[in-house]
Structures are given as C-alpha cells and as structure tokens.
C-alpha cells in the first residue's frame, strides 16, 4: 500500500509541475493598454502560451500570446504567425520587463482573433 502512496504522489507532482510553472497575468498592467503595429521577427507556437517577437521599429517588444489550442480554435494557426506578417497587437505591458506584453488580441492581415 506504501508503493502506491508513493507512486500516486509521484504522479500527482509531475502533473502539477507545469501549473506551478505558469506565470499569473498579474505581473501586467491593466491600467496601460497597449496598441503595437509591427513586423514578426519570431514566432513561438507552443505551450503553455505562444509568443512572438514584434519589431515596432524602434523596439522589438516580445508578445505572450494564448496557449495554441486556443488560438487554433479561434482560427490563428501558426502558419499565420511567420517571420516578416506585419501584425497589430493589443494587450497590456509587463510591470517589471519594459519590452514584454501580454496580448488580448492580434490582428493578422485584416483579421482580429481575441486571444483571452
């Protein structure tokens, strides 16, 4: 009976593990909308959320975005996130990393997806 305490505990702490890893959204400020019209640089379509890298010009901003299973449901695949797509982000910049936001909706060759 030990065994499986042991086991269950064991599989209980690897499941948590990406939950415990997942950063919460209060580390960006809401107060401060954003609204940022450039270039993709990077693109990351993976878990727990995608990302891209945005070339405002004059800065290169680093866009967290929804994790892909929602964004492919809401039609942004990852095909629609490459390197030179000018893209237009709206969301809300991180309170300790100036060039980091977290992004409510993208908007990729004249379509929007809401990504919360």
């Known amino acids: 009976m030990r065994k499986l305490s042991v086991i269950s505990l064991l599989v209980t702490s690897l ?3 990406p ?5 919460g959204w209060s580390s960006y400020d ?6 940022l019209t450039g270039n993709v640089v990077e693109a990351s379509y993976t878990y727990p959320h995608g990302t891209i890298k945005l070339d405002t010009g004059g800065k290169t901003w680093l866009a967290v975005l929804a994790p892909p299973s929602r964004m492919s449901a809401r039609g942004l695949s990852s095909e629609d996130l490459k ?3 000018q893209a237009t982000v709206e969301g809300y910049p991180n309170r300790d ?3 980091e ?6 908007t990729i060759g004249g379509k929007t997806t809401e990504l919360r």
Do not use: F, Q, Y
């Open 101 to 106: 936001m977290r992004a409510e909706r993208i």
């Open 83 to 85: 390197a030179g797509v």
């Open 97 to 99: 990393d100036p060039s």
């Open 15 to 17: 499941v948590a593990l």
């Open 30 to 35: 809401n107060d401060k909308p954003l609204t």
């Open 19 to 23: 939950v415990a890893a997942h950063h």
